[in-house]
């Protein structure tokens, strides 16, 4: 069983620049990478956005129509990293963590 620890939206500043998805250590199970939509469920960003472990080179992509997302089994939120491909654009997440 797994419960929700936290949300929200990670923007990367630089699209050559791979951001950390949460700025401090947040043990989890696994996170929720999405691409952000506008209140009619469009897609907001432009062009395709990574997430992976590794912070020089994310491989798993979100495309931005991917409303649906992937999840990325990881220890920490904190090594979780985000490319994006163009400045400024973001990912949705949540983080969720094992019920003890």
């Known amino acids: 069983m ?5 949300e929200g ?40 956005a990574f997430v992976g472990r590794s912070s ?11 409303f649906e997302g992937v999840t990325l089994p990881i220890e920490d939120a904190n090594k979780c990293y985000v490319k994006v491909g163009v400045n400024g654009e973001t990912v949705a997440y949540q983080v969720f963590g094992r019920v003890r």
């Open 2 to 6: 797994y419960r929700l620890i936290a």
């Open 9 to 48: 939206v990670c923007t990367v500043a630089a699209a050559a620049t791979p951001a950390v998805l949460v700025a401090t250590a947040q043990p989890c199970a696994y996170v929720w990478v999405g691409a952000p939509v506008d209140a009619n469920g469009a897609a907001t960003n432009t062009k395709p």
């Open 56 to 66: 020089t080179a994310p491989k798993k992509p979100v495309m931005p129509s991917n």
